[in-house]
């Protein structure tokens, strides 16, 4: 895009002062406007589903109004839809609304990695797998800058739990960092090029993201390639200048009568470098180029396209979890619903991404509009606890005269929110309980859960005969259950993130969420399903489960590796044919996973690399084609900071959700070995396990007392030993001439290739 600024020129003509005032905004959603130079100011809002749009009121928690916007599936259901073009469309709706109110940069998507079910944020994110959430976050944020509208990607990084979240230092090992909580940032980066990334409130590993100059400007900037602006969490700025030296660009909201007075004395004393600061107001000057044409729309938004838009994202962000075959319902299943979220959704979680939705539909309603009078009972209610026993005596009622039971449950908004983290996963007591009377009047049970993060589930699913995970789902969440319990839409939702059968299986449960202002993300990689899977734990619905109303074969597995690891261009094509095998049209997700066999380091059993939606009619089969590439095969090296593809299997397994993957395919990938060279000071087993060492080493025990080091049994005790020591201990024909001519004989052909 032509920028309007003539940003080099600008930079020529504004004082140190103004040019101060640019890196703060001007207003709790503005950026500072320089009058005299033409410079105006551009408004930003939140959020990641819906627009939070507050052009005179200012809050950073939902609590004041905001102008009505489309509220759309929040993240976690509109991650289990496992389609980014679904995203990319409510992208651009979102940037249509934005368009609408002259709102320049919208504040999201939120994708930050789920490392605990409690986190209280989860519903603003979309997976506790990072693979998934980068490709999900590339769909919204092209669709809402394809439109000329900048998106904000947060919170960078490491922000995965609500308590102490302005405080705490979140200890993570670099390894994990790369893996787990960066990738998604970085897919986003190079695939979309965000206009904004915001950085988060915590500490990384002793630093403030606002002032962590490795997080913001070595890897941001100068490894992923950002070429945007970073602004800060709303209040994530501690220190101004160290923030603003290690890379900060803007500060939200401003501090004003401080932050802009600090930058310029820290300019006048050297302390801030002209062209630090320079480099900072640049990247301002460019997103009021990007966003300004905004400022002069006059353009609106189809309220009943975007919520038709929603319904359909409601719809396809339903997880089946189980079905006995009442769903979809027959036309006279002689319905009843129960609970009172049908009466009083709840579809949108709180804090900053709460929206004033448009109009909000009513599941109760909405079925209503299909099968004509449905008799309803609350059977609980919401946060309170009297009346329960009288709720009951009514839902055992109706549901002993219907012939199947709709029954809606789940979190009130008051146990899940933006602010704090949840201490435990149960829905609420009287729920369950109303559950139990239900299921006891009448087995024939369809249980509608909405919830922004996964709850333990074992007492429901034995009481439910079908299972739906509707999640937080958005305005038009009644009408797109409804769509699916109907069969006017076949789901199609995979879960995002594993529901475990207990809090306590969850690998990040013992530090979670830490004390002390510090918590250690002790269990490393393997958060989520990676470590379920190492534990080899049950879990109660795995990472990419969900049911259809239809059923899907799988067949005629290929990969075909091209590229090389030594010339950079390794890559992998997964080819494999997708059947409709059932009844109706519906859409699979079929799901590829690379599991490392051979590697020195230790990696999770397997991983996401690969998925794709395929929609298929009844009866109908589809070649589908899944690249791979080297990142699928890498893991970081700590030893050598940076990726590295190691020599060895791996095998490539494709299937319906990480516990059921019935192709295989093993491939051998050609490597350079990544052993350290061999010197005095490597251990006997580094030596035995490369093949001219080892010959080494044999050549010299054979030649004084044969058997005693190189027997299996004693190379396992002290194997571990490096040379020098075992050269001190005397008597196994290793002392330390002799180790010199090996270390000196093994470093020669090296020397000489
Ligand atoms: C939240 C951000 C949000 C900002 C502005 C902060 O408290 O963490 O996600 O965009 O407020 O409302």
Same mark, same amino acid.
């Given at each position: ?93 979102? @940037? ?30 979309? /997976? ?19 439109? %000329? ?54 500490? #990384?590993?002793?630093? /403030?993201?606002? !002032? ?12 992923? %390639? ?28 401003? @501090?004003?009568?401080? /932050? ?123 946060? =309170?606890?009297? %009346? ?42 009287? $729920? ?35 299972? #739906? ?44 969420? %830490? ?7 002790? !269990? ?66 079929? $799901? ?60 490539? @397994? ?20 990544? @052993? ?23 050549? =010299? ?5 044969p058997a005693a080091v190189l027997q299996d049994e004693l190379l396992s005790v002290?194997g571990t030993m490096p040379m020098s020591t075992l050269a001190n201990f005397g008597?196994? /024909? ?13 470093? $020669? ?5």
């Amino acid at each position: 895009m032509t920028p309007v600024l003539d940003v080099d020129r600008l930079l020529d003509e504004l004082t140190v002062a103004e040019k101060a005032s640019l890196t703060s905004g001007s207003s709790f959603w503005y950026t500072a406007p320089v009058e005299r130079l033409g410079i105006p100011a551009i408004m930003v809002s939140d959020g990641p589903h819906g627009l939070r749009a507050q052009p005179r009121e200012s809050d950073h928690v939902g609590l004041a109004g905001s102008l009505p916007a489309t509220c759309f599936p929040t993240a976690s259901a509109i991650a289990s839809s496992w389609n980014p073009g679904l995203l990319h469309r409510i992208g651009q709706a979102l @940037a249509q609304e934005a368009r609408a109110c002259n709102l320049s940069v919208i504040l999201g998507p939120g994708i930050n990695m789920k490392r605990s079910p409690l986190c209280g944020r989860n519903f603003e994110y979309f /997976s506790e797998d990072p693979f998934l959430a980068g490709e999900l976050a590339v769909g919204i944020v092209d669709g809402i800058q394809s439109r %000329g509208v900048g998106t904000s990607v947060k919170h960078y990084a490491a922000n995965n739990q609500e308590t102490d979240r302005l405080r705490v230092d979140a200890q993570v090992d670099e390894r994990t960092l790369r893996e787990i909580y960066l990738p998604a940032f970085e897919r986003v980066v190079r695939a979309a090029q965000p206009w904004t990334i915001m950085c988060a409130y915590n500490k #990384v590993n002793g630093r /403030s993201a606002s !002032e962590n100059t490795w997080l913001l400007s070595t890897v941001l900037r100068e490894e992923f %390639g950002f070429e945007g602006l970073i602004v800060s969490d709303w209040g994530a700025v501690y220190r101004r200048v160290p923030a603003l030296l290690a890379g900060l660009d803007l500060e939200m909201p401003p @501090a004003l009568g401080r /932050s802009p007075e600090a930058v310029v004395a820290a300019v006048e004393s050297g302390e801030v470098p002209t062209e630090v600061l320079d480099a900072r107001v640049r990247k301002v000057l460019e997103l009021v180029a990007k966003g300004m044409p905004v400022l002069d729309l006059e353009e609106s938004f189809d309220e009943d396209t975007h919520h038709a838009l929603a319904r359909e994202a409601a719809a396809e962000s339903v997880v089946l979890l189980k079905n006995d075959g009442l769903l979809p319902l027959a036309p006279d299943a002689g319905i009843a619903v129960i609970g009172e979220f049908a009466r009083t959704p709840r579809f949108q979680g709180a804090g900053s991404s709460q929206v004033t939705p448009t109009r909000v539909d009513v599941l109760l309603d909405e079925l209503r509009e299909v099968y004509g009078e449905v008799p309803f009972a609350a059977g609980y209610g919401i946060g =309170e606890t009297g %009346g329960d026993a009288a709720l009951r005596e009514e839902a055992e009622q109706v549901a002993r005269a219907a012939g199947t039971v709709i029954m809606v449950i789940g979190l009130p908004g008051a146990d899940e929110s933006e602010g704090f983290d949840r201490t435990h996963m149960n829905l609420p007591a009287n $729920q369950l309980a109303a559950l139990r009377a239900v299921a006891a009047a009448n087995p024939d049970v369809v249980v509608v859960l909405v919830n922004g993060s996964t709850v333990i589930l074992g007492e429901v699913t034995a009481h439910a005969k079908a299972l #739906v995970e509707a999640w937080l789902g958005g305005q038009a969440a009644g009408g797109g259950i409804a769509d699916v319990l109907t069969g006017a839409v076949n789901p199609s939702g995979r879960l995002a993130e594993s529901v475990p059968h207990r809090m306590e299986d969850n690998s990040a449960h013992l530090n979670f969420p %830490g004390d002390s202002q510090v918590v250690r993300y002790g !269990e490393g990689l393997f958060i989520g399903y990676r470590g379920y899977d190492r534990g080899r734990q049950d879990v109660a619905f795995p990472f990419g489960f969900g049911l259809s109303y239809t059923s899907f074969g799988l067949s005629d597995l290929k990969v075909l590796v091209r590229g090389s690891v030594t010339e950079g261009n390794l890559e992998a094509t997964v080819t494999v044919t997708v059947s409709n095998t059932g009844g109706v049209a519906g859409a699979e997700v079929v $799901q590829v996973y690379v599991d490392d066999v051979e590697s020195s380091v230790t990696r999770p059993v397997r991983e996401l690399k690969g998925f794709a939606k395929v929609h298929l009619a009844a009866g109908a089969s589809r070649e589908v084609s899944i690249e791979l590439d080297r990142r699928a095969f890498a893991f970081w090296s700590a030893r050598h900071s940076d990726w590295v593809v190691e020599a060895g299997e791996f095998v490539i @397994a494709v299937g319906h959700h990480s516990r059921d993957l019935p192709l295989t395919a093993t491939v051998r990938i050609e490597a350079p070995s990544l @052993a350290a060279p061999l010197t005095r000071d490597s251990t006997l087993q580094e030596w035995m396990s490369d093949p001219a060492g080892r010959q080494l080493v044999e050549e =010299e025990v054979e030649n004084g007392q044969p058997a005693a080091v190189l027997q299996d049994e004693l190379l396992s005790v002290i194997g571990t030993m490096p040379m020098s020591t075992l050269a001190n201990f005397g008597g196994m /024909s290793l002392d330390h001439d002799a180790l010199d001519r090996i270390a000196e004989a093994w470093r $020669q052909p090296r020397r000489a290739s």
